[in-house]
């Protein structure tokens, strides 16, 4: 299964929630921690480790140049960018594994219909005690 991407992510709260990601991050700093601070907490790790893996993806383009030469301080830099590439990479798939998941255990309650609600049938009386036959002394 491939990995969601933040995008995909961030489309599937809103779509959740039924609000663009920006008014619930707002509506979420007034409220007390719940799921859809969770939800955009994993939201940023995921975005976050997605940041940094084109970082160090680039950096190491840049090492790499055709024209460059390689020596030995050039090595040590490849080694700490392939290593700092890695960790982003397992922490942008552990993200996305986790919040895909939570998502797919979410969702979304219809909401409540606008029209007036439908009156009742009225409750019959109940019944009458039965009259006694026999006459009183």
Do not use: C, W
């Not at 799921?35 to 790499?64: K, P, Q, T, Y």
């Not at 594994?97 to 998502?103: C, D, I, W």
């Not at 409750?123 to 002394?137: D, E, G, N």
């Amino acid at each position: 299964m491939p990995h969601l991407t933040s995008t995909e992510i961030a489309g599937r709260i809103e779509d959740l929630y039924g609000a663009p990601l920006t008014d619930l991050e707002a509506h979420a700093k007034n409220q007390p921690p719940g799921m859809v601070s969770a939800l955009l907490g994993m939201h940023d790790a995921l975005a976050l480790a997605e940041r940094s893996i084109n970082f160090h993806r680039d950096h190491l383009a840049r090492l790499i140049q055709s024209e460059r030469q390689i020596g030995r301080h050039e090595v040590s830099h490849l080694l700490d960018g392939s290593r700092r590439l890695a960790e982003a990479v397992a922490v942008r798939d552990a993200q996305a594994k986790s919040v895909t998941a939570v998502l797919q255990s979410l969702a979304r309650v219809p909401a409540p219909a606008l029209s007036p609600p439908t009156p009742s049938p009225p409750v019959p009386a109940p019944p009458l005690p039965a009259q006694s036959t026999a006459h009183s002394r």
